[in-house]
């Protein structure tokens, strides 16, 4: 079951184009494309900064859904700050990509630091003609944190 499972994923559409738009944001300009998949409904988001070319040597950064982080800037983790620096490098290189990820169980709190589904990336990538990848940023070490006290 997990060979089919593998091969279908790798074979059939796992996503759709929902939706595209313009998007201003701070760091710049940006297309917009989202995303939904065909099996769990999970909406995912890509930032697109420039002119993509030939879609080779594009700066990619992947972001995980963290509403902890991402919302009210936790400082149990980098992703916020991740997702800044990355946005930043890629503006000021003026072409790039930054892919938003869901979780589809709404785990965004607490399961973020799960590695998000390759053929999901490999799909976005693929349908906005990226043929070849480099990081955005270099990711910003996890501090060491104290354990939450029970109640």
């Known amino acids: 079951l997990s060979d089919l ?3 279908r994923r790798q074979t059939e559409r ?10 201003p944001l701070i760091t710049g300009h940006t297309r917009a ?8 409904g999970a909406e995912h988001l890509a930032l697109v900064y420039g002119d993509l070319g030939d ?16 919302v009210f800037r936790s400082t149990a983790c980098t992703c916020r700050h991740d ?20 979780h589809p169980s709404g785990a965004g709190a607490a399961g973020h630091h799960t590695a998000p ?7 976005i990538l693929r349908d906005l003609g ?15 944190t104290a354990p939450l006290a029970s109640a």
């Open 83 to 102: 997702l800044d620096a990355a946005t930043t490098a890629i503006s000021a290189r003026g072409r790039g990509v930054v892919l938003y990820l869901r």
């Open 33 to 40: 494309v989202g995303y939904r998949s065909v099996h769990d």
């Open 117 to 123: 589904d390759s053929s999901l990336t490999t799909e």
């Open 130 to 144: 990226v043929r070849s990848t480099r990081p955005a940023a270099e990711p910003t070490p996890v501090p060491a």
């Open 14 to 23: 796992q996503l759709v184009a929902a939706a595209r738009t313009r998007l």
């Open 55 to 70: 879609g080779t040597d594009v700066a990619v950064h992947v972001h995980t859904e963290c509403l902890l982080g991402d």
């Open 5 to 7: 499972i593998a091969h």
